[in-house]
């Protein structure tokens, strides 16, 4: 079965500090996909990056990267010099891909919600 | 460029009445995923669907919910007789056509049942 944990509930931090969420999944595909979505308290999911299970190459997107380590089935995102606007819930997300290639559901973690303080 | 739309923003129904959420995808996208998001939980995966085709229902409670997505015209998720406990928000996201793509999500439906 497929599982993804965040095992970090909630992580308040100060402006400026830089901050990890964790990610761990579980699957037994050999081809699926990594994502990360971002619920700001206006509640919309923006999403934030994508990853496929083939491409284990860091990713840094401005103060955003993020992490993906096949050997420990873990794709941690890190906020550098954190601000007050990335307060938010932040999810991790696997999906499979179907036999027909299309990809399927999103799993998600429970979400991770940050709080910047200024 | 207009992302998935969802109609209504907010909803508010009495237990026993249906609640009809529309969602329309973003254009040239024909893949819609519907998840639900209840009080203090994660966001659960409901339904997918292509046009005219239901193709993965496995999240979809068996009785009083239902989902279509017409040739023309948006998605739409039914639900029956509604109870309290389907108080929640409704996400619908939408991929193109090869569906190996992200799903981008709408702002979602609040649903409320007194």
């Known amino acids: 079965a497929q599982k993804v944990t965040q095992a970090q509930t909630e992580i308040s931090v100060v402006e400026k500090e830089d901050v990890t969420l964790d990610c761990v999944y579980e699957?037994?595909?050999?081809?699926?996909?990594l994502f990360w979505y971002k619920q700001p308290p206006s509640g919309e999911l923006v999403f934030l990056i994508r990853?496929?299970?083939?491409?284990?190459q860091n990713e840094i997107s401005g103060r955003y990267s993020w992490n993906f380590q096949k050997s420990t089935s873990s794709f941690n995102f890190t906020i550098t010099a954190s601000q007050v606007v990335d307060s938010a819930v932040y999810f991790c997300?696997?999906?499979?891909?179907?036999?027909?290639?299309?990809?399927?559901?999103?799993?998600f973690g429970q979400g991770t919600t940050l709080q910047v303080k200024p | 460029n207009a992302g998935v739309m969802q109609n209504p923003r907010h909803l508010v129904r009495r237990r026993g009445q249906e609640a009809r959420l529309r969602c329309s995808p973003v254009?040239?996208?024909?893949?819609v995923y519907w998840y639900r998001q209840l009080p203090e939980e994660g966001l659960k995966f409901m339904v997918y669907l292509q046009k005219e085709n239901i193709i993965d229902e496995s999240g979809m409670p068996k009785e009083r919910f239902s989902a279509e997505f017409p040739k023309e015209g948006p998605s739409i998720l039914r639900i029956q007789q509604v109870v309290r406990g389907d108080s929640a928000a409704y996400f619908c996201?939408?991929?193109?056509?090869?569906?190996?793509?992200?799903?981008?999500f709408g702002p979602g439906t609040r649903l409320t049942v007194l």
């Open positions: 254009k040239g996208h024909s893949h």
């Open positions: 990853r496929n299970s083939f491409d284990e």
């Open positions: 997300a696997l999906s499979e891909v179907l036999s027909s290639g299309n990809t399927g559901k999103l799993i």
């Open positions: 996201a939408s991929s193109p056509a090869r569906g190996t793509d992200t799903q981008y």
């Open positions: 699957t037994r595909d050999t081809t699926y996909y």
